[in-house]
């Protein structure tokens, strides 16, 4: 069988910190420019965005995921915050029910994009739930969903009834009223380690995990994208939060993604994952 073909079985993502070996990213349009900055941060630039996931889109490339980049549609602000939309477990994606009304089209949307990239559709989201994939992290056999001003119970607990049949433990964990989702906050470096804003977040809901903790200052580079046990990207304008990875053994990859975190979309928050190892 060839690599090729084993990325269309079914066999997605066989454990959430395998290899990274199939992402799919959502291309930003001119509205990124109308998304709400973070204070005290300029507003993002469509062509410097459109580089920087670019470099993110190389990057993977370079350690051999299977990268797909689709131009986005409509004039959603957070296209590129892909995740959002969808969980993809070993058997099929989880579609999610965004928050924000002008990015909710974007779960239904990658629905048809999926049966075109032959993932299979694993459960939903109904209205009037609500829940967003930055607010869902898997690690270990655990599915974290963070408990915040963006999300309703019912999504929630539809979530973790999902997460259930896939042989996951659902964990809430409640946000602070500031924080724009746990991707924000908290990253995942292997089956049993967390990158994490303690500031953000009940961190007694992460018992049983080692955490690496960031400095004030540098919450948001919590938000790193797994590429396989103790092997991470992060955003590059987060150094502290790089060294303390590194002196705990992770592998970091660092990328300037500065206009995606200006408007507080972190480095998990742009790759679906398609196909793990």
Excluded at 105 to 117: G, K, M, N, S
Excluded at 173 to 196: E, F, K, Q
Excluded at 244 to 258: M, S, W
Excluded at 261 to 266: E, H, L, N, P
Aim: charged letters at 20%.
């Amino acid at each position: 069988m060839t690599e090729t073909q084993a990325h269309y079985g079914p066999r997605l993502n066989a454990r959430p910190t395998g290899s990274l070996r199939r992402a799919l990213l959502v291309a930003p349009t001119v509205a990124v420019e109308d998304a709400r900055p973070l204070q005290g941060e300029p507003n993002a630039v469509l062509s410097r965005a459109l580089s920087q996931l670019d470099v993110l889109a190389k990057t993977l490339r370079f350690f051999a995921v299977d990268v797909t980049v689709l131009a986005a549609e409509g004039n959603d602000p957070y296209s590129s915050a892909a995740a959002d939309a969808a969980i993809v477990f070993e058997d099929g994606a989880a579609i999610l029910r965004p928050s924000a009304l002008p990015h909710r089209p974007l779960a239904a949307w990658l629905e048809q994009q999926f049966e075109t990239l032959d993932v299979p559709i694993a459960g939903h989201i109904a209205a009037p739930g609500l829940l967003d994939g930055s607010d869902v992290l898997l690690a270990g056999r655990t599915a974290f969903i963070g408990a915040g001003a963006r999300s309703n119970s019912l999504g929630r607990t539809g979530f973790a009834q999902i997460a259930r049949a896939h042989g996951f433990t659902p964990v809430e964990v409640a946000l602070a009223p500031a924080v724009a989702s746990l991707r924000s906050v908290m990253g995942v470096c292997s089956d049993d380690t967390l990158v994490v804003a303690p500031r953000g977040l009940d961190a007694s809901a992460l018992r049983g995990f080692k955490t690496i903790v960031t400095d004030i200052g540098e919450d948001r580079g919590a938000g790193v994208l797994n590429l396989g046990d103790h092997h991470v990207l992060a955003d590059v304008r987060f150094p502290t939060v790089i060294n303390a990875l590194r002196k705990n053994g992770i592998t970091v990859e660092a990328i300037d993604l500065y206009d995606f975190g200006r408007v507080a979309i972190t480095p998990s928050m742009l790759v679906v994952d398609l196909k793990r190892t």
